[in-house]
């Protein structure tokens, strides 16, 4: 305990040096005294040969302290002690600043978890999703950007690529699990072999599925995610090996992944073999998302090439049936284009982080820059303090360091809050913050936060001490001992300091408006879009799967699906319900593919894909989507299987010229398929999001013939989507009563996905709102952050100037003028920085682009609006100190001081 | 102690060695200690106040000396110090050095006679 007794002692040890020193005086006193100096003079001779006592106590107690850390404490004790002097100055720079580094700090753990950590998995830098341009396949490149893998090119590629270790496909599904409670949907991750071994996370109990899972001809045994694994089963490790009902089949529980572990970004219940057959598999079935761990020193560059040689093998290796050309997918340029998985992950969300980061980061300059003017104006009034310190041999280093170390502790302080702001941040996020955001869960204050707020709060710390510190440190010079106070008004030079920094602000406030501005006004434009459905908040939807184990004759889904939907249709509250295959925005996607037109396309032509959708009688009705031209399904024509269909308006348009000539027009899907008549045209409907194009659409009836060879083999659609038009929708007495309308149909089965189609709605505008949000914080944090500065600049030059004015007044200027003088000082820092933010906005809107919809980064209004609104603001800001002038009696104020 | 040439010692660790060699003979307080190097060396050697008393810290906090609670000849409070074990051990090591660079001083001036 040396370090800690040397402390304690260190009291004692200073009276030791003082007594030692005062009795060495004294005693040489006495000696100059005995020599016949009178004793006055001989103190005074004995402490001249002392020298410097102060010093020489100092420099003997240095020998005991560690030197600098001690008087860089000494300087702190000062610093606190003169904050507590002056609670508002300090009170406001602490919460600026906390509000300012807590936003970053939020911002910056989100962006760290999402976009800087590595993925979950093991050596994450070799996994690649294997992506496909296709840019030849019109209809589908314009509406996904990417071609899926089909089952045959997995087959191709694992067996022949030379660059993965492992590679496998996957796709989300559903499936009813029943026998344990009451009956459940869940959702399912298909994955084929290879899988697991790509994404190489260990199973936290049991094991992985095996080669022999996947066996088309056994039922492979599945896995549980750790939640549903909680969920259902509490956790019991029991549950390996044992049997449950999936999709009415029973299959046996394999093994548990451990917690957080998601196929890609998919948070899966349940994880079931594909169980693919070769002898099945065609060229077509382009369905399946495809994930590959690289060899250890394989590039992209080189698996790219690797999967271009096997696209040729692919096509030489497998058929779509007789009499077609396997050669005809060159048309559509296939192309191989792997990216790094993370890249998939994070997906469109990168941009509104990184626009949001930089958002937030103006706003703290923005902050930063207020508090440098705050500091300023403390500098001005110690400024005399300062002069005599440096007279009496301060040097100029010790000086400076002392107001950084003023600084940068206000900026620990600020700091210090801004943790518990971010955190406070990060739980609100949580609330609000869009659901697609990628990894969500992952989102935390780790170690490189808390260090990014450390460095950050040091570094604002530094940057607004900075700018005292250079203003005033050449001030020695001018000799300010004088006290310059009191003879000039102010120097014209130092008020100059305090508008550059607010013309700053005012650029960069006028950026983040114009950012704000502009998403507000995609927002509109997206609420503005006609999604083809009407009141999404009175549309009940919920998905309902029957399974082929539980009912194997299609005609019997029908029915069972007629008289639930008249079963939901008859409850209170409610006007219509319908089904169809995929309701708008929920990403279901039953399916694509072309189309043939009677008498006008050739069977082997490169027509564009089409979406493909199956609806029943009164659907559109429920949804609100309107006929644009012929009529609906009825119940009579599904039950007799006619050729029938309905298509979207754009594409009557494309393939007809108008709705109205489409009507009685046909069409079929394949050769052996019966010609359908059109018979309705509806509205074109935004499937996947208001912000994408809508997808020229094929709506089939939801039962009807499907096998090219036995006209009588009918398909049903299984997985369907109820609508319900009711004033009732989303309440929970609602919710139990269509429950119970389904299990008095069928008591065995699971509804899944219950929502309003207003949920669905909103989770696609989700990123739009959260970027809204975010930047509409930022930006009016922003105008109050340089309202404010203005305000501040003007009313401290009132003040300072209180003198000037006075003599003005006496000399015969109006109070008219001098209000006059001010505004315009203000006005003119004002124009400036709105001319330089209009440039930076211009600039900088463009890296926005991808974030808009519906209107131009360069949007005229919003560019002559917001700098209107900013000036006007400006002009109040400073009227109201500048009025003070009128009040000023000048007797008084060259009375004053 | 460097940032003021008037201060400095005759050269590095003199000063030591002569408070060192003083209170070998008996404890003493700073005043004492200056008077004692001023008589024994013939008013030749005059040691600085603003010196001493760091430097007596200094050894202080290396456990050379010792200080203690005393009165001095007047019968003024003040701090006796006293040589530790390991300040006989610091000198005794110091000595021999010094003879020698002194040894090494007289034969380079004693050549540079020639």
Redesign the interface.
């Known amino acids: 305990m040396p370090i800690f007794s040397r402390f304690f002692s260190k009291s004692r040890?200073y009276d030791?040096?003082s007594?030692?020193?005062q009795?060495?005086i004294?005693?040489?006193v006495?000696e100059l005294v005995q020599q016949g100096i009178p004793r006055e003079k001989a103190e005074k001779a004995a402490r001249r040969?002392?020298?410097n006592l102060t010093l020489?106590h100092e420099?003997?107690?240095?020998?005991?302290q560690w030197q600098r850390l001690e008087s860089l404490l000494i300087d702190l004790k000062h610093i606190l002690r003169r904050l507590r002097r002056s609670p508002g100055f300090a009170i406001t720079v602490v919460l600026t600043l906390a509000i300012g580094i807590g936003a970053n700090t939020a911002v910056f753990s989100v962006l760290n978890s999402v976009l800087l950590r590595p993925l979950p998995y093991p050596e994450p830098q070799q996994l690649v999703s294997l992506h496909l341009d296709a840019p030849g396949a019109p209809g589908l490149a314009e509406f996904r950007s990417e071609l899926r893998l089909s089952a045959s090119m997995f087959f191709t590629f694992s067996k022949h690529n030379n660059v993965f270790q492992s590679m496998g496909i996957w796709g989300p599904g559903t499936a009813s699990i029943t026998g344990i409670a009451q009956p459940e949907q869940v959702g399912t991750a298909m994955v084929s072999g290879g899988v697991l071994e790509t994404l190489n996370v260990p199973a936290l109990a049991g094991q992985w599925l095996t080669p022999a899972d996947q066996d088309t001809h056994a039922l492979g045994r599945v896995m549980l995610s750790y939640g549903y694994w909680q969920r259902r089963f509490g956790g019991d490790p029991g549950v390996i090996g044992r049997t449950i009902s999936v999709d009415s089949q029973p299959r046996v529980i394999a093994g548990v992944m451990p917690r957080g572990f998601k196929v890609v970004n998919y948070d899966f219940d349940l994880l079931v073999p594909m169980a693919l057959d070769p002898a099945k598999e065609q060229l077509a079935g382009f369905a399946y998302r495809g994930i590959a761990r690289l060899r250890p020193g394989v590039g992209v560059g080189e698996a790219n090439a690797d999967l271009s040689r096997l696209l040729g093998v692919w096509m030489d290796s497998w058929s779509n049936g007789p009499g077609t050309d396997p050669h005809w997918y060159t048309r559509w340029k296939i192309a191989p284009h792997l990216q790094p998985l993370k890249d998939l992950v994070v997906g469109p969300i990168k941009t509104v982080l990184w626009v949001v980061m930089a958002t937030i980061g103006v706003v703290m300059l923005i902050a930063c820059t207020n508090v440098a003017n705050l500091l300023l104006v403390r500098a001005d009034a110690r400024q005399q303090e300062l002069a005599v310190r440096s007279a009496l041999g301060a040097g100029r280093w010790r000086i400076a360091r002392e107001l950084l170390l003023e600084s940068v502790t206000l900026g620990l302080i600020g700091g210090a809050a801004g943790v518990a702001v971010a955190w406070a941040g990060l739980r609100l996020l949580a609330q609000i913050g869009p659901t697609d955001l990628p990894r969500l869960s992952e989102i935390s204050l780790d170690a490189r936060s808390i260090a990014f707020t450390l460095v950050l709060s040091v570094l604002s710390g530094l940057f607004f001490g900075a700018i005292p510190v250079l203003r005033y440190l050449p001030s020695r010079q001018r000799q300010p001992l004088l006290g310059a106070m009191r003879t000039a008004s102010v120097s014209r030079d130092r008020q100059r300091g305090r508008n550059l920094l607010v013309t700053a602000q005012v650029a960069m406030a006028l950026v983040l408006l114009i950012g704000a501005v502009l998403m507000i006004r995609t927002f509109l434009a997206m609420r503005n879009v006609d999604p083809g459905f009407t009141d999404p908040a009175s549309l009940q939807t919920m998905r309902l799967a029957i399974s082929e184990n539980l009912v194997s004759d299609p005609r019997t889904v029908i029915r069972i699906q007629n008289s639930i939907q008249e079963k939901l249709a008859a409850l209170p509250g409610a006007s219509s319900a319908g089904f169809v295959a995929s309701v708008p925005m929920s990403g279901a996607e039953p399916s694509w593919d072309q189309i043939t037109i009677e008498g006008k396309t050739d069977e082997n032509d490169n027509a564009p894909m089409r979406l493909f959708n199956y609806v029943s009688p009164g659907y559109f009705l429920t949804a609100g989507t309107h006929l644009v031209a012929g009529r609906d399904f009825t119940w009579a024509e599904i039950y007799s299987v006619l050729p029938i269909g309905i298509v979207s308006e754009s594409l009557a348009r494309e393939l007809w010229g108008s709705p109205q000539a489409a009507i009685g027009k046909r069409f079929r899907e394949y050769p052996s398929m019966p010609w359908h008549e059109v018979v309705g045209v509806v509205q074109d409907v935004r499937e996947n999001g208001v912000d994408q194009i809508s997808p020229a659409t094929v709506y089939w009836p939801s039962l009807m013939a499907i096998d090219p060879s036995a006209s009588q083999k009918l398909g049903a659609w299984r997985t369907v989507f109820f609508a319900i038009r009711s004033n009732r929708a989303g309440t929970q007495a609602f919710i139990n009563e269509m429950q119970q309308a389904v299990w008095q149909v069928n008591s065995s089965l699971p509804v899944a996905d219950i929502s309003t189609e207003q949920e669905i709605y909103g989770q696609s505008m989700a990123r739009t709102a959260f970027t809204l949000v975010m930047l509409a914080i930022a930006g009016s944090m922003a105008l109050a952050l340089g309202i404010l500065g203005i305000y501040g600049v003007i009313s401290y030059a009132v003040s300072q100037r209180t003198r000037e004015i006075g003599i003005r007044m006496a000399l015969g200027a109006k109070k008219t003028e001098l209000i006059w003088m001010f505004v315009r000082s203000a006005l003119t820092f004002t124009g400036i920085g709105t001319a330089i933010g209009l440039g930076a906005a211009a600039v900088l809107m463009r890296l926005m682009q991808t974030l808009l919809f519906g209107i131009s980064p360069l949007d005229p209004l919003t560019f002559a609006a917001v700098p209107v609104v900013l000036v006007a603001a400006a002009a109040l800001a400073s009227y109201l100190p500048a009025r003070r002038t009128a009040r000023i009696n000048p007797v008084e104020a060259l009375r004053a001081e | 102690m460097a940032k003021n040439p008037q201060h400095r010692d005759l050269f590095p660790g003199a000063l030591e060695i002569m408070i060192l060699q003083s209170l070998r003979l008996r404890p003493m307080h700073g005043y004492a200690l200056v008077k004692h190097i001023q008589q024994v060396s013939d008013n030749l050697l005059q040691v600085e106040e603003g010196s001493l008393y760091p430097a007596l810290q200094r050894m202080l906090r290396e456990g050379l000396l010792e200080a203690e609670t005393g009165t001095s000849t007047k019968g003024r409070p003040t701090r006796i110090y006293r040589l530790t074990a390991s300040g006989i051990r610091h000198l005794e090591r110091e000595v021999v050095s010094f003879e020698r660079m002194f040894a090494g001083f007289s034969r380079v001036l004693a050549a540079a006679q020639v």
Do not use: A, K, M
């Not at chain 1, 420099?59 to 005991?64: A, G, N």
């Open positions: 040890r030791d040096i007594v030692s020193i009795e060495h004294d005693e040489r006495d040969q002392f020298g020489l420099r003997s107690r240095e020998v005991w």
